[in-house]
């Protein structure tokens, strides 16, 4: 089966670090996203990762490696605006899509 | 604007009725995913086409059916409706694997409430 397993809820203070961990389990894996979604809005792509090792684009960063079925997303120098769902997804031969994890950003 | 346009923005129908939801994807791309959102919930994939056939399918209920046509615009077809039904129904388009970018982008979504 297709298992993706995100934290449901984090929260986090205006200027901090953040890592959103994403776990998965899949019948083939060709590579790793994450999107940015806010309530009631279209998903927005973040990063992709195919190869193990870090992807670092701004102030968004992320992780993967291969062999342990894991990523991470870590948000640096937060803003307010970063309040969003973000979702791990992996590509098999469909796109599958974790649940999300509802990041709250604080002042 | 990411280039995937879905029709219509809102629809309102009663249980039992049928709908239908359109998506035309990125010039070029030629897969198209169907997803379903339910209020707080995740992204269930419900069925992908690529260049005018199925690819591959998730938890679609037998109720609802999809096609992609030939100028590569998709079609989800939701009958029977009930009001579990109601939720936001994304399409995204992209390249498939090995043939470049594989990024999904995804449309503004269609909410479907049903009462």
């Known amino acids: 089966g297709q298992n993706i397993d995100q934290p449901t809820e984090m929260t986090a203070t205006e200027g901090a670090i953040v890592q959103i961990n994403c776990t998965y389990q899949?019948?083939?894996?060709?590579?790793l996203f994450w999107y940015q979604q806010h309530a009631g809005e279209a998903p927005t792509f973040l990063s992709y990762?195919?190869?193990?090792g870090l992807e670092e684009k701004g102030r968004f960063s992320s992780f993967l490696s291969r062999s342990k079925g894991y990523s991470y997303l870590l948000l640096k120098e937060l803003q307010m605006k970063d309040s969003a769902s973000y979702l791990c997804?992996?590509?098999?031969?469909?796109?599958?899509f974790g649940t999300g994890t509802r990041l709250q950003v604080f002042p | 604007d990411s280039g995937v346009t879905q029709t219509p923005k809102h629809l309102i129908t009663a249980t039992g009725q049928r709908v239908t939801l359109r998506c035309s994807p990125r010039?070029?791309?030629?897969?198209v995913y169907w997803y379903q959102q339910s209020l707080d919930q995740g992204l269930q994939f419900l069925i992908q086409?690529?260049?005018?056939?199925?690819?591959a399918k998730g938890n679609i209920l037998e109720r609802f059916s999809a096609q992609q046509f030939p100028d590569l615009h998709s079609e989800l077809n939701l009958s029977s409706l009930e009001l579990g039904d109601s939720a936001l129904y994304f399409c995204?388009?992209?390249?498939?694997?090995?043939?470049?970018?594989?990024?999904?982008?995804f449309g503004q979504g269609t909410r479907l409430t049903v009462v």
């Open positions: 899949t019948s083939g894996f060709n590579g």
């Open positions: 997804a992996v590509n098999t031969d469909k796109l599958i």
């Open positions: 995204a388009s992209s390249v498939p694997p090995g043939e470049g970018d594989t990024e999904a982008f």
């Open positions: 990762n195919v190869l193990d």
């Open positions: 010039s070029g791309d030629l897969s």
């Open positions: 086409y690529y260049n005018g056939e199925e690819r």
